[in-house]
Antibody, heavy 120, light 110 residues
Framework: QLQLQESGPGLVKPSETLSLTCTVSGGSISSSSYYWGWIRQPPGKGLEWIGS???????YYNPSLKSRVTISVDTSKNQFSLKLSSVTAADTAVYYCARHTVATICFDYWGQGTLVTVSS | QSALTQPPSASGSPGQSVTISCTGT?????????VSWYQQHPGKAPKLMIYEVSKRPSGVPDRFSGSKSGNTASLTVSGLQAEDEADYYC??????????FGTGTKVTVL
């Protein structure tokens, strides 16, 4: 059974860089059938797609966040990572990592999510 | 890209049906048959319920069905059960490797 697990600091100071890693188990991140993405959800609000990466390193970002986002992949560790720079309180959210399919373009497996709070 | 528009809330009694709409534009919902729906219980991760407008993943009850007309997609939950009480989000491919989610609908089972 595929599992995704987010990890990283739960508290980040304003203007600093948020860094999270998603570890994939039960399957290979190098499969040509899938992309790997990040989605966030501010407390009490809706979901927002942040960006996605293919095992080859090709990346796709939400235009509204593109200038601050970097997603990378480490196939040797079966992990992919998110960096979001110059964070503000508006970036406080639960951050999910998820797999999405190339063929059907939907997010079929999700991590449990991790809350990141931006505060001094 | 703007979030897809969903009604904030919907409700029904056990056994009844409820339909949630998801309105976008010709650049997302209307332009592609890649609309998906997600169920989210409080404090939990979203769960895929419908993909490619109307297909159900293995394990999702056939009480859940999806459809699309023009720029609006819909999710119908038939034979409402207490466990269906949750937030529901639609999502659509928006071209150029972009995705957009809906604003979310809270479904209450009366």
């Amino acid at each position: 059974q595929l599992q995704l697990q987010e990890s990283g600091p739960g508290l980040v100071k304003p203007s600093e860089t948020l860094s999270l890693t998603c570890t994939v188990s039960g399957g290979s991140i190098s499969s040509s059938s899938y992309y790997w993405g990040w989605i966030r959800q501010p407390p009490g609000k809706g979901l927002e797609w942040i960006g996605s990466i293919y095992y080859s390193g090709s990346t796709y970002y939400n235009p509204s966040l593109k200038s601050r986002v970097t997603i990378s992949v480490d196939t040797s560790k079966n992990q992919f990572s998110l960096k979001l720079s110059s964070v503000t309180a508006a970036d406080t959210a639960v951050y999910y990592c998820a797999r999405h399919t190339v063929a059907t373009i939907c997010f079929d497996y999700w991590g449990q999510g991790t809350l990141v709070t931006v505060s001094s | 890209q703007s979030a897809l528009t969903q009604p904030p809330s919907a409700s029904g009694s056990p056994g009844q049906s409820v339909t949630i709409s998801c309105t976008g534009t010709s650049s997302d919902v209307g332009g592609y048959n890649y609309v998906s729906w997600y169920q989210q219980h409080p404090g939990k991760a979203p769960k895929l319920m419908i993909y490619e407008v109307s297909k159900r993943p293995s394990g999702v009850p056939d009480r859940f069905s999806g459809s699309k007309s023009g720029n609006t997609a819909s999710l119908t939950v038939s034979g409402l059960q207490a466990e269906d009480e949750a937030d529901y989000y639609c999502s659509s491919y928006a071209g150029s490797n972009n995705f957009v989610f809906g604003t979310g609908t809270k479904v209450t089972v009366l």
